[in-house]
């Protein structure tokens, strides 16, 4: 088992591929506390369907690189979502599905109309469940992850204790001055990031995962917003680097794999949890 | 006092944007920019190592030894012995970055396909393998080492075929391909 791992190891594919995948499930977990708790826990689905939209109209578009479409088109829905304030006729949960919905509805209708691929399905399928993206990354690719995962766990240790602030309790927040709405700004943006990269990952079907399953998994073991974060990103950082180990020695889809200890991993937690005395 | 607010509340609304623009622009910069250096082709054109020289008393040559393995094994790709993620990953490499690949001995396991060019009226034959989902499919051409004829001389379609050769690239019609040519069916 060593020496076949010590093989796949030495090529250049699968290292990119752990790196990369280190860096996003970090990143997706460290805001995904925040998330959760602030009742967003659906807007991974929601903005990676936005996503898989505007890749579609990219690949129509003849775009070599749909990072170029992608990435504002993403960044300025998750605005329009985190921005909106509470007194708005639409709730979060229902801007959310129905941004959701009609993305991935106009994407997939534009990549049939408009086919420009040999294998559409599995393309599709593809960037749905991220079986192999992940594995098929370019040097460049791999260094944007890096710069952009550096500049969120900066942003994150920095703007900590505001992060806090916000999270609990964001009129108290704007009473001792903290800038609530450009916070929910920048936020909003990295977040956005954040999903697009995730995609490469586990998919756009499944990226509401890397989000949740962290930070529920260390709800049940620690109380302290701290504790839950370090442990969120511990749990997050494992759970991505095992589940592709996994799906290259067993020849699953990485995705879906990740996704899988994940959950497995969230049980045990919920086990220990309630043998500690947690709910 | 009014207006002058409502100026500095725009100032600040343009600064947010022109930051967010930029924001946007580096990414695009970086995800578009290059890293391959000339140093790190250079190196890899070299055929001895810089270790090879400094190799010469006994341990050294045993070390000397490990490392003509080392590159014996990394100019040599056996697929047939990875998990069928990590060969639709690599063969998925190989048509992305040919440039990686040409002059390595790739042995694949797969299954056998043929084309035939309405136009041309020639025949390319395949080795195509799937992902763990088996809905992404990608094939890698081959030309069998002496006169061989079809369909003889050759598998039925959709057969499992084991084959290993030396990928090249090669042009036709000005477009580039990739191919394992002087290869070899098992």
Redesign the interface.
Known sequence: MMEKLA??LQ?P??QYALIVGVLIALCSSLLGVTLVLKRFSFIGDGLSHVAFGAMSVAAVLGLT?N??LV??VT?ICAILLLCRGQNTQMKGDAAIAMLSVTALAFGYLCSNIFSTSA?L???V??TL?G??SI??L????V??CM??SVVVVLFFILFYHKIFDVTFDENFARAVGTKVD?FH?VLS?IIA?IIVLAMKLVGSLLVSALIIFPALSSMRLFQSFKGVTICSAVISVICAFSGILI????????GATVVGVDVLVFGVCWCLGRLHGGE | MMKRRCRMRIRKKIK?WVG?LL??LM??C???????SIQQNHKKSQKVSIDQKVFQTPAGRKGKKISEKKEKEQDEIDLT??????V???V??MM??PEDYVGKHIKIEGSFDVYKDKKTGKRYFSCVVS???A???QGLEFELKGKYRYPDDYPKVNDTIRVEGTFETYQEDGENYCRLKDASLK
């Open positions: 093989f796949y090529h594919f699968v690189d990072t170029v990435l504002p960044i294998n399905s599995g393309d399928c593809t469940f079986s192999i594995l098929t370019r040097k460049e690719e260094w944007m710069v952009l450009a700004f943006i990031v799906s290259i020695l067993a020849g699953t889809p990485v | 947010v967010l924001f946007i990414i695009g970086l995800s578009r920019h290059k890293m391959v012995v990875m998990s069928s993620t990590t639709y990953a690599e998925y490499n992305c970055t992902d763990a989902t809905c992404c499919f």
